[in-house]
């Protein structure tokens, strides 16, 4: 039985399961494996090998492979429905979630998933990870759980690689894949971690922005001081990183790093056409989370704003006293974590070394600055005549109702640029999140149709490319 | 016995009481009194009443009295050397202390004071507290001490003022002193919270910048956002925040709010060369805490930058992911505690509206700004006619074998300008901090030579005033 003649059961399976994917992804959920923070490395590890048992039990060879970061869960098919011609895939997907701060404003415990519907009537999964990418990551596996149970086999030779540092710029991936990149070369890589157009619209991305993220610290005095004593006199740093902060921008919004734009291409104006027309608005975009002006390059619309054009943003700052009251002290240190969500070809690299000079030629007398690397991928764009981008919209389009749109995408996922570069493979991006899933914030949530659907196109995408 | 005639056996009294005087001083300095934090009210209170039992052990009627925040501690001596036209003194003082964050910077817990030696030989009593207040308010009350021990009385009219929100703006004592300024109105009041011009050099202080502090926090959306998705859309509060910090000073370092130097005269030819003779230069005075270059306004002497000159800075600020690590989020909010140190005849309460006019014009669309205010009190200038300050320059002399000096400073003691104002009397301002003390800073200091003269220095001072 090949996998297009399965897939009427395969459906059905993965709708007569419901209740138990959605068990399962509670289950995975309900480990708080936080990357970025090393208290919770053990949870971190937890998550790694809850993901390998499910894996193993569809069939995959499936290791907990070591990293100097956290680990790296690797479930290989050996083989499957490759006889046929059908490609060979790569899945990747992350079982890290982001921190949970302001934990106040969580409505239910973020490590507590539950079912909620929202006023207009949508059941929703409500919990850090419940979308990203824990339950983009079980719509897969549930589609290849469906499989195994109608045909008693994975529907195609599948390579796992959930990994446990997305979230933090995937900093142990990178050598991980260079050093191993012949046993993970494969057709195609297929990835769950993006969005749809909107909640009937499906879509493939074809663009992800890359993303420059530094953290820079800037020392004044050797401590803290008494600003009745020493102010006026000694130099701020927090005043310092303000006024560098604010030189990063122009009046019309444009970022000063020079060079920043190199690599950055006009778009064809078919493709801006096309753009326009998908009719972004700021009341329908910005409107949901209380904002009504694109507050981005002039002039440009908001579409390419939070897509096609390169940005800047400061993700936190931190000195002085923070507590509750006053405190009448000049700091010692201030610090920010700013980030660049690049487009194109511009060059991570160049980017970080000319924003250090651009900090470094902003100091004043008694100012130093030290900086940390949190990330530096460059953008990634999939080749439009992959023959896979057709066959994933077709099948997205009959899950759907409505036809597959392929747009950019505002985000990263740091290694799909090395899919390219090192594995030599294109990377279908599909995914289900929405714009209203709080994802990264307080009470983030995933549709139960996201889930539900999700799971349900997968195994029509994996038809379509087994033939 | 007159308070002269005491004084040779009062001056040895507290030589030779020094050891017992050092262990009450850790006894005070133990109690963690930080007012501008609510988690600490139980231990202002019970350094209100330890206070308060010390003094009621030297003669004083003492009541700790009910405010809106936390209690005053009066005593009074009720009488005592009045008859012969000496002056009835308030001394006012403080028992909270600043928060002690950064608490790892701290080489011993601030709360557990020792005797420390440094390499120089000095011998220093570390602890939060050891000079800022509660060390400063011991000298006085030691040479109180010793007169009671010798004489059997108190050497003059004196009534105690210990208030305890002096390090978060004294919010509750300005009502309490003018809803009983008839109870509180004496012929002067004395303060010990100042500096040493320099450790041989003895100072009272003539003048204190006033402080107006702001609290702004600027929201934009309704919640934290994705950068990936929002970047380059939406309204950033940390770079908004950072462009009106930055704007707030130009580049000759003069604050640019609408009327700042409305009421800030240039100093007379006169008392500028007696400034510039004290010769503070950046080795001296930034040197020790590692910086070398004046940050102020470019055209004044570092001296007057830190004393004479208002100034803005940020004391804090915060915003977004401050953790370890990388979190790719656009905050809803950011905020900074905002500082401004006034002088001569500035109004506090039109450069707040300035200010928060200043930071509102600057909002782009879909941001907001809040403020809260936690001090707003004018400058205070010390009548240069008053005898006491001439009595207090010769009884300094006198211990110190170094002239005393008369010097402004950079610093604020709010309640000091509505003794002024509201009970019409000077204050004579005399301490015996250093600035290598650290005060609100890990490690704070005392000298013992500070403690133990600084006694002594009280037991001249008050015989010089009671004749």
Same mark, same amino acid.
Not at 49 to 59: K, T
């Given at each position: 039985?090949?996998?297009?003649?399965?897939?009427?059961?395969?459906?059905?399976?993965?709708?007569?399961?419901?209740?138990?994917?959605?068990?399962?992804?509670?289950?995975?959920?309900?480990?708080?494996?936080?990357?970025?923070?090393?208290?919770?490395?053990?949870?971190?590890? +937890?998550?790694?090998?809850?993901?390998?048992?499910?894996?193993?039990?569809?069939?995959?060879?499936?290791?907990?492979?070591?990293?100097?970061?956290?680990?790296?869960?690797?479930?290989?098919?050996?083989?499957?429905?490759?006889?046929?011609?059908?490609?060979?895939?790569?899945?990747?997907?992350?079982?890290?979630?982001?921190?949970?701060?302001?934990?106040?404003?969580?409505?239910?415990?973020?490590?507590?998933?539950?079912?909620?519907?929202?006023?207009?009537?949508?059941?929703?999964?409500?919990?850090?990870?419940?979308?990203?990418?824990?339950?983009?990551?079980?719509?897969?596996?549930?589609?290849?759980?469906?499989?195994?149970?109608?045909?008693?086999?994975?529907?195609?030779?599948?390579?796992?690689?959930?990994?446990?540092?997305?979230?933090?710029?995937?900093?142990?991936?990178?050598?991980?894949?260079?050093?191993?990149?012949?046993?993970?070369?494969?057709?195609?890589?297929?990835?769950?971690?993006?969005?749809?157009?909107?909640?009937?619209?499906?879509?493939?991305?074809?663009?992800?922005?890359?993303?420059?993220?530094?953290?820079?610290?800037?020392?004044?005095?050797?401590?803290?001081?008494?600003?009745?004593?020493?102010?006026?006199?000694?130099?701020?740093?927090?005043?310092?990183?303000?006024?560098?902060?604010?030189?990063?921008?122009?009046?019309?919004?444009?970022?000063?790093?020079?060079?920043?734009?190199?690599?950055?291409?006009?778009?064809?104006?078919?493709?801006? +056409?096309?753009?326009?027309?998908?009719?972004?608005?700021?009341?329908?975009?910005?409107?949901?989370?209380?904002?009504?002006?694109?507050?981005?390059?002039?002039?440009?619309?908001?579409?390419?704003?939070?897509?096609?054009?390169?940005?800047?943003?400061?993700?936190?700052?931190?000195?002085?006293?923070?507590?509750?009251?006053?405190?009448?002290?000049?700091?010692?240190?201030?610090? +920010?974590?700013?980030?660049?969500?690049?487009?194109?070809?511009?060059?991570?690299?160049?980017?970080?070394?000319?924003?250090?000079?651009?900090?470094?030629?902003?100091?004043?007398?008694?100012?130093?600055?030290?900086?940390?690397?949190?990330?530096?991928?460059?953008?990634?764009?999939?080749?439009?005549?992959?023959?896979?981008?057709?066959?994933?919209?077709?099948?997205?389009?009959?899950?759907?109702?409505?036809?597959?749109?392929?747009?950019?995408?505002?985000?990263?996922?740091?290694?799909?640029?090395?899919?390219?570069?090192?594995?030599?493979?294109?990377?279908?991006?599909?995914?289900?999140?929405?714009?209203?899933?709080?994802?990264?914030?307080?009470?983030?949530?995933?549709?139960?149709?996201?889930?539900?659907?999700? +799971?349900?196109?997968?195994?029509?995408?994996?038809?379509?490319?087994?033939?």
């Amino acid at each position: 039985m090949t996998a297009s003649q399965a897939l009427p059961a395969v459906l059905d399976r993965i709708d007569a399961d419901i209740d138990a994917s959605i068990k399962r992804l509670f289950d995975f959920v309900r480990i708080p494996s936080i990357s970025t923070d090393s208290a919770y490395n053990d949870f971190c590890r +937890a998550a790694a090998e809850h993901i390998a048992s499910d894996l193993d039990s569809l069939g995959f060879d499936t290791v907990v492979r070591a990293t100097a970061g956290h680990p790296v869960v690797i479930g290989k098919s050996n083989g499957g429905a490759t006889a046929n011609g059908a490609p060979s895939v790569l899945f990747y997907g992350h079982y890290d979630v982001q921190p949970v701060d302001p934990l106040d404003l969580w409505k239910t415990p973020p490590f507590e998933p539950r079912i909620d519907t929202l006023p207009d009537g949508r059941k929703i999964i409500v919990g850090r990870g419940a979308c990203d990418d824990k339950g983009q990551v079980m719509t897969f596996v549930e589609a290849l759980r469906a499989y195994k149970a109608v045909t008693g086999k994975l529907p195609l030779d599948i390579t796992m690689m959930i990994e446990g540092e997305e979230e933090c710029g995937s900093k142990s991936l990178f050598p991980f894949v260079r050093q191993n990149a012949a046993e993970f070369k494969r057709d195609l890589a297929l990835v769950c971690d993006t969005g749809m157009w909107d909640p009937r619209t499906p879509s493939v991305t074809t663009s992800l922005r890359g993303l420059l993220y530094e953290e820079v610290t800037i020392t004044c005095a050797d401590r803290d001081l008494h600003s009745g004593i020493f102010g006026g006199g000694a130099a701020n740093p927090i005043n310092v990183l303000a006024r560098i902060i604010a030189a990063l921008h122009d009046g019309n919004g444009r970022v000063t790093v020079p060079g920043f734009y190199d690599g950055v291409q006009e778009l064809p104006a078919d493709i801006k +056409a096309e753009l326009k027309a998908l009719n972004m608005t700021p009341e329908s975009f910005l409107g949901p989370v209380g904002l009504k002006v694109p507050a981005g390059e002039k002039d440009c619309m908001l579409i390419e704003q939070v897509s096609t054009r390169p940005t800047c943003d400061v993700n936190g700052i931190i000195g002085g006293y923070t507590g509750e009251g006053a405190k009448t002290v000049i700091a010692a240190q201030a610090s +920010a974590k700013i980030s660049f969500r690049l487009v194109g070809e511009q060059n991570p690299e160049k980017i970080r070394d000319s924003f250090r000079a651009f900090v470094r030629e902003r100091l004043p007398a008694d100012a130093k600055a030290e900086f940390i690397n949190h990330s530096c991928s460059p953008a990634i764009q999939v080749s439009y005549d992959n023959p896979a981008l057709g066959k994933a919209r077709a099948a997205l389009t009959a899950e759907w109702g409505a036809k597959a749109v392929a747009v950019g995408s505002g985000g990263s996922i740091p290694i799909v640029g090395d899919f390219k570069t090192v594995l030599g493979m294109d990377t279908l991006l599909v995914g289900f999140g929405l714009d209203d899933d709080r994802v990264h914030s307080p009470n983030e949530k995933y549709d139960l149709t996201s889930f539900h659907k999700g +799971a349900r196109s997968w195994a029509r995408i994996i038809a379509a490319l087994a033939g």
